[in-house]
């Protein structure tokens, strides 16, 4: 029997313990959310944010710009927000306009209210192979599921299907941290099967709605779904064939209902553990 690794009660534990803290806490905590232009990626990104914040009790401050407001402006805004000491973490969503230095965007951020991650001091903690502070939040969600569950990653044989900065490559510094043996696949890799057959646990972030059928897998294999694109039905799904694999492979994360519920909440902590 396939078992399906819920978030749902991960979630739960996670709410209970933040609500604790911010009770205990002197000042209600602030998020800043930094927004260029009406992208409904992020419009739906900020609703579910603003949802997270509000069950913990954490404020939002949304700084919303429009699509032709100057690079100047939104760091003049990154800078004011890095002085206030009521802000406890400052997210800014992205893409960013094209006409925008997002290298320049992230440098203007104070590495301590980089909950996100984006700032390149931060990004070389997580790749020199300290994710103990600011990280990707995928790979850490990833993490924290398997962990979560009980899952051993010491001398495991693992596949990650994707080689981002912001997914593949932290998320191979999480699972070596624990001794993990780690693969990374790519475009560029010739036989994706030959690899995923022989792994114990695969992650996968390839945002090819239903592509890994069971053919991918050996019955003990364990799945992180963190893809996520529309189907042939126009419903947003993860990279899993989930119907092809139930009853096949040892368990796996859903979509929706896995890592992407997860996500959000440790952004959350993030700012909550900057009081």
Do not use: W
Not at 132 to 151: Q, R
Not at 166 to 171: A, D, E
Request: net charge neutral; proline share 4%; aromatic share 8%.
């Amino acid at each position: 029997m396939t078992k399906v690794l819920y978030a749902k009660d991960y979630v739960d534990k996670k709410n209970k313990e933040l609500i604790e803290k911010v009770k205990n806490l002197k000042s209600k905590p602030i998020i800043s959310i930094i927004r260029v232009g009406n992208d409904y990626g992020s419009l739906a990104y900020e609703k579910g944010i603003k949802k997270t914040a509000e069950k913990i009790g954490v404020q939002v401050d949304s700084n919303e710009f429009s699509k032709d407001s100057s690079e100047e402006e939104v760091i003049e805004r990154i800078k004011k927000l890095n002085e206030d000491k009521k802000i406890g973490g400052i997210l800014i969503f992205r893409p960013l306009p094209e006409n925008f230095n997002e290298e320049k965007i992230s440098l203007a951020l104070d590495p301590k209210k980089d909950i996100d991650c984006m700032h390149p001091v931060n990004m070389a903690k997580v790749f020199s192979g300290d994710v103990s502070g600011f990280t990707p939040l995928a790979p850490k969600a990833s993490y924290e599921l398997l962990k979560f569950y009980g899952y051993d990653l010491k001398g495991k044989e693992t596949v990650i299907i994707n080689h981002s900065n912001v997914v593949g490559k932290p998320l191979a510094m999480f699972l070596l941290k624990d001794l993990a043996t780690v693969t990374i696949c790519h475009v560029g890799t010739r036989d994706l099967k030959k690899h995923t057959k022989s792994a114990d646990i695969i992650f996968t972030a390839m945002g090819r709605a239903e592509s890994l059928d069971d053919t991918y897998f050996n019955e003990d294999a364990i799945v992180i779904d963190i893809g996520t694109s529309k189907n042939k039905e126009g419903k947003y799904k993860g990279d899993l064939d989930e119907k092809s694999v139930d009853g096949k492979i040892s368990a796996y994360s859903p979509v929706p209902g896995g890592i992407g519920s997860i996500t959000n909440l440790l952004l959350i902590e993030n700012v909550v553990n900057y009081y």
